[in-house]
């Protein structure tokens, strides 16, 4: 038997494979109790507008305060593992592999409640400040190694170039190396965007206020409240909403970044 040939059999048999699974769970679903308990047109529609004009408006505020705080301090960070003195390096490099190898469940855990206990110590905004504050020392741990990464793809002629006209070293990363390294990592910035909108879920531990719940935690008590699993469909939905038009963009800026190499 030729190769093609066996190619296209065995092609033709994962798809055989394929549509039997679907057709044996489309007819083995009950699909009555899967509707009633998951896809409850009345359950999603109380969940309305509350789930937008405070859950998704929290994740995306949460997300955003958390990647800014990441940003700057991971460039820092990264600054810092780069740097001639020693400390320095031992510094950066002990805060993040510590802060990398900690889930970052637990790291919010500690700051809502250890740490204020162990230090009486009240973090603004609350537990959801608390949160918040985990979640960037968290991301900063990441982002500090990205842009690192980035930092060193720079072509060292373009440093040379840049001390050769007279450029001390700050100005040459500020104005030389730094906007070229943020080119490169984009994409893998984005990407970490993209995990901190769903890692915001884990504010759940915390404790959060009515007013600041997030769309995990607002989905959890609407599911409690109302004895359906409906809310985390609707939950789910919105977080693709978030994140499928920023995975689309990752996917454009690599498929760029290509095509300019």
């Known amino acids: 038997m030729k190769r093609s040939t066996r190619r296209r059999l065995t092609r033709g048999v994962l798809y055989a494979v394929f549509a039997a699974a ?10 009555s109790r899967i509707q009633t308990n998951f896809l409850n047109v009345e359950v999603a529609r109380d969940t309305f507008p509350e789930i937008v004009t405070i859950a998704a408006k929290n994740t995306v505020v949460y997300t955003v305060i958390a990647f800014v705080g990441g940003m700057l301090l991971g460039l820092l960070l990264a600054l810092m593992k780069l740097s001639p003195v020693l400390p320095y390096r031992w510094l950066a490099t002990a805060y993040i592999e510590l802060f990398r190898g900690l889930p970052a469940l637990l790291v919010i855990f500690g700051f809502a409640y250890a740490v204020p206990i162990a230090l009486q110590w009240r973090p603004p905004g609350g537990n959801a400040g608390a949160g918040l504050i985990a979640l960037i020392i968290v991301s900063s741990a990441y982002i500090a190694e990205t842009i690192r990464a980035g930092i060193e793809a720079v072509p060292k002629g373009q440093v040379e170039a840049a001390r050769s006209l007279g450029m001390n070293s700050a100005w040459t990363m500020v104005t030389v190396v730094l906007p070229q390294a943020f080119r490169i990592i984009t994409p893998p910035l984005t990407n970490e965007l993209v995990i901190l909108i769903k890692d915001t879920s884990l504010l759940f531990i915390a404790g ?3 007013g600041d719940r997030e769309l995990t935690t607002f989905s959890r008590d609407a599911l409690t409240s109302q004895a359906n699993a409906t809310p985390l469909v609707v939950a789910a939905l919105m977080y693709l909403v978030i994140t499928l038009p920023l995975t689309q963009l990752v996917a454009k800026l690599e ?7």
């Open 22 to 31: 679907v057709l044996f769970v489309v007819l083995s679903a009950d699909w």
């Open 208 to 210: 959060m206020a009515i």
């Open 255 to 261: 498929r760029h970044n290509k095509r300019g190499r």
